[in-house]
């Protein structure tokens, strides 16, 4: 029996990694420290804001001071959200299916986003509500693909409904190789959605499909 669905945020409910990119830009190419989008899906895709900003300038030799990668990301949430601002569209299908998933099932999400980078969306498509559990980068010490935040995000549903969650009955909604990797390694199986790699890339999910749409709770009680 499916015991629980968590989702992915970015590249699964909305297309905002763009816009993270973007962002990112506006704080790095200042400093020298700027790359390609290509090189933003190969290398920096699945890290939380903090892990991107030491990857960077890891990638250059350059020491990162602690107060330095504060300042950083404060920056980088300020740009991100200003960018937002005019409203974000979400993938198709994937709002109807939140809802008919929430109050049915136990419900999380599970981000290597900021909790400011998140809410703002949520409250535009109209999902404030709709989660059980949410995980952010805010809460975790390790970004995906390390397993830390679905672990968390288990660990907190099993609060929320004692008895009734379990890692091995449980499904994520991914959409990179990351988070693929963090889903499998807490124990849950994983739906991937080609929404930001070819499916070729999306190895490790139960099942890989090209968009949500379609999608319904029935479909996902198969998958376990």
Not at 33 to 54: C, H, K, V
Not at 111 to 133: M, N, R, W
Not at 200 to 223: I, Q, W, Y
Request: proline letters at 5%; hydrophobic letters at 45%.
């Amino acid at each position: 029996m499916l015991k629980a669905v968590i989702f992915d945020f970015d590249g699964i409910i909305v297309d905002t990694e763009p816009l993270h990119y973007k962002a990112f830009q506006e704080l790095l190419v200042p400093l020298g420290l700027g790359y390609s989008w290509e090189e933003y899906l190969d290398l920096y895709i699945g890290f939380d804001d903090r892990d991107a900003f030491r990857e960077a300038f890891r990638v250059h030799g350059r020491a990162l001071a602690d107060r330095e990668l504060k300042e950083l990301i404060k920056g980088k949430a300020e740009a991100f959200l200003k960018i937002v601002s005019g409203g974000v569209a979400p993938y198709p299908g994937v709002v109807e299916l939140i809802r008919s998933i929430s109050g049915n099932l136990p419900l999380a999400l599970c981000s290597g986003a900021l909790k400011s980078d998140i809410e703002p969306i949520l409250g535009q498509l109209g999902l404030t509500e709709a989660f059980d559990v949410k995980v952010t980068a805010d809460e975790v010490a390790a970004s995906k693909p390390d397993p830390e935040s679905y672990r968390l995000a288990v660990q907190r549903l099993q609060e929320s409904f004692p008895g009734k969650v379990d890692a091995a009955g449980s499904i994520a909604v991914e959409d990179t190789p990351a988070g693929i990797a963090s889903a499998t390694g807490a124990g849950l199986k994983v739906l991937a959605v080609t929404n930001s790699y070819p499916r070729e890339r999306l190895t490790g999910a139960c099942r890989v499909v090209n968009s949500l749409s379609g999608v319904d709770l029935e479909g996902l009680r198969l998958l376990v």
